[in-house]
């Protein structure tokens, strides 16, 4: 149990497009989602908290005009990196947890790896 | 914010030995979540932590979470070439939307 899934795994774009990542919580409802970049050798920053039917709340120097989250459902939020530049370039993961009434576990997705041309 | 001291930052040690790492914060957690993340996939979660003292076992996993409740440990017993990786530690405040804070990771190399 508990299985998130991203999705792209990849994606490859010019500058200037947007790109659509997609997190589901595949066998578990999530109290809340949360949305992750990583560069490389270095730990997870989060970029934003979100909760199911509310906006999103940004970490500090997080653009939310330029990172958009929409969460849809207790299984379903969206990152959307609008029009992105190289230096958006990175691996973007998304958590999803706790699971409704149970701990404070939460569950990453595999990842989307963001190249920007 | 808060932070998490996490060592060592690497590891390189032979299978078969077994390895210990630890993470500390300046304030407390409620919660312990260790877990371990492979080059381009997401973080797995290995062992979570809710009581202060208490030790848990995964296999030949084995973590504790201290009694200050500001920190944690993992050991690794008998390693294998697939244990290679890097093992994060995390903390959960209480009232913090269930948000993590993590440790910068240790990096672990198995030679055969």
């Known amino acids: 149990g508990a299985v998130v899934s991203q999705h792209p795994s990849r994606v490859i774009c010019k500058s200037g497009t947007s790109v659509k990542i997609e997190c589901r919580s595949l066998?578990?409802?999530?109290?809340?989602m949360f949305w992750y970049r990583q560069f490389p050798k270095q730990s997870l920053m989060l970029m934003a908290t979100?909760?199911?039917?509310?906006?999103?709340?940004?970490e500090q120097g997080v653009e939310k005009d330029k990172f958009l989250i929409n969460h849809a459902s207790l299984t379903l939020s969206t990152l959307t990196v609008t029009s992105a530049h190289p230096e958006d370039s990175s691996f973007y993961i998304c958590?999803?947890?706790?699971?409704?009434?149970?701990?404070?576990?939460?569950?990453f997705g595999p990842g989307t790896r963001l190249t920007v041309l | 914010g808060q932070q998490l001291n996490q060592s060592p930052q690497s590891m390189f040690i032979q299978e078969g030995e077994d390895v210990s790492m630890n993470c500390t914060s300046s304030?407390?957690?409620?919660?312990w979540l260790w877990y371990k993340q492979d080059p381009g996939e997401g973080p797995v979660l290995l062992i979570a932590?809710?009581?202060?003292?208490e030790l848990t076992s995964n296999g030949r996993l084995t973590a504790q979470f201290g009694i200050t409740r500001k920190d944690s440990f993992l050991n690794i017993s008998a390693s294998i070439p697939s244990d290679v990786g890097i093992y994060f530690c995390?903390?959960?405040?209480?009232?913090?939307?269930?948000?993590?804070?993590f440790g910068k990771g240790t990096l672990l190399t198995v030679n055969p």
């Open positions: 958590s999803a947890g706790p699971a409704l009434g149970v701990g404070y576990e939460q569950f």
């Open positions: 066998d578990f409802q999530a109290t809340t």
């Open positions: 979100s909760n199911e039917g509310s906006k999103a709340t940004y």
């Open positions: 304030s407390i957690f409620n919660t």
């Open positions: 932590l809710y009581k202060a003292g």
């Open positions: 995390a903390g959960v405040e209480g009232g913090s939307n269930y948000k993590l804070t």
